[in-house]
């Protein structure tokens, strides 16, 4: 159990950091003068950290066939993760962060739990039940909240 306590202590630290790092490019955004430049900055920053958690690890980059054998859509996720720091640079500052996360967020529960219940991707099965799809409408519902507080200034 303590494992499985660290691994959603992980991943807590990892979803609370998007709105923050969401906010700080959207701010490196208008110091620079647009959002394409500010994730490019935020890549490079990224590589960086990435290279030296590489190096750090002592893995070695593999092989050019490893590179190409592996399936071609395994490498849009670069793209899904460029549309996504540039579309929560453009809109936390028209939009607001808590909008932008919780409309991301719920995107993601649903996607998610598709995933899950057909494997998509190469996910683990897991079965979507009832009590899943409760969460999930109990997060909608959250969400017209926030949303309907927003409209009448409470």
């Known amino acids: ?20 790092m969401g906010s700080l490019n959207a701010g490196l955004a208008k110091s620079l003068g647009g959002a394409p430049l500010a994730a490019v900055v935020l890549f490079a920053v990224a590589f960086a950290a990435s290279v030296l958690t590489l190096v750090a690890s002592g893995q070695s980059l593999p092989d050019a066939p490893a590179f190409t054998g592996a399936p071609r859509h395994f490498y849009l996720g670069g793209f899904i993760v460029a549309f996504y720091v540039l ?4 809109l936390i500052p028209k939009f607001g962060v808590g909008n932008t996360i919780l409309f991301a967020m719920t995107a993601q529960i649903i996607l998610s739990a598709v995933m ?6 190469g996910a683990p099965v897991r079965p979507v039940n009832a009590l899943r799809l409760l969460g999930i409408a109990l997060m909608l519902c959250g969400l017209c909240l926030t949303q309907l507080s927003q409209t009448r200034g409470t």
């Open 1 to 20: 159990m303590p494992y499985y306590i660290g691994l959603a202590a992980w991943a807590f630290a990892a979803g609370a950091l998007i709105p923050v």
């Open 87 to 90: 579309s929560v640079t453009i």
């Open 116 to 121: 899950d219940q057909v494997g998509l991707f």
